[in-house]
């Protein structure tokens, strides 16, 4: 029956009442061409321009976090702000970076609507440049 109910969009609970949506990143080195691992990862919410803490990461030997960043209750619609400590990873590895780094905390601010199931927001970065994106 679960094909029936799903497919006619009538739902036997609430579905505001179950909470399914996470949020999720992951790093890849683009100037070494392999995961970021060991990578801090702070999660903001931000209201009225003051941030809030809401979750710390580190990132594993594939560049993802062992745990949403947000999820069940937690996840709710707003605007975040993802802080990844790129130049505490490049200093790590050997890479000689300036003083200060160009590139020392890479700052993503983004929007969330909590209707959506997932955002998953990936850091493609190098000491000098990173990109982004909303993956899957």
């Given at each position: 029956?679960?094909?029936?109910?799903?497919?006619?969009?009538?739902?036997?609970?609430?579905?505001?009442?179950?909470?399914?949506?996470?949020?999720?990143?992951?790093?890849?080195?683009?100037?070494?061409?392999?995961?970021?691992?060991?990578?801090?990862?702070?999660?903001?919410?931000?209201?009225?321009?003051?941030?809030?803490?809401?979750?710390?990461?580190?990132?594993?030997?594939?560049?993802?976090?062992?745990?949403?960043?947000?999820?069940?209750?937690?996840?709710?619609?707003?605007?975040?702000?993802?802080?990844?400590?790129?130049?505490?990873?490049?200093?790590?590895?050997?890479?000689?970076?300036?003083?200060?780094?160009?590139?020392d905390v890479v700052v993503l601010r983004f929007g969330i609507d909590?209707?959506?199931?997932?955002?998953?927001?990936?850091?493609?970065?190098?000491?000098?440049?990173?990109?982004?994106?909303?993956?899957?």
């Open positions: 029956m679960w094909g029936g109910w799903l497919c006619s969009g009538q739902f036997p609970f609430n579905r505001a009442e179950v909470p399914v949506g996470r949020l999720t990143t992951h790093v890849l080195d683009a100037a070494h061409g392999c995961p970021g691992s060991g990578i801090k990862v702070e999660l903001y919410r931000v209201e009225d321009q003051a941030l809030t803490l809401v979750a710390t990461r580190e990132t594993n030997a594939d560049g993802r976090c062992d745990s949403p960043l947000l999820e069940g209750a937690d996840y709710l619609s707003g605007v975040y702000q993802l802080q990844f400590s790129a130049g505490d990873y490049y200093r790590r590895r050997g890479v000689a970076l300036a003083n200060p780094a160009f590139l909590s209707a959506q199931e997932h955002y998953h927001v990936p850091l493609l970065v190098s000491p000098y440049s990173y990109s982004t994106y909303r993956g899957s």
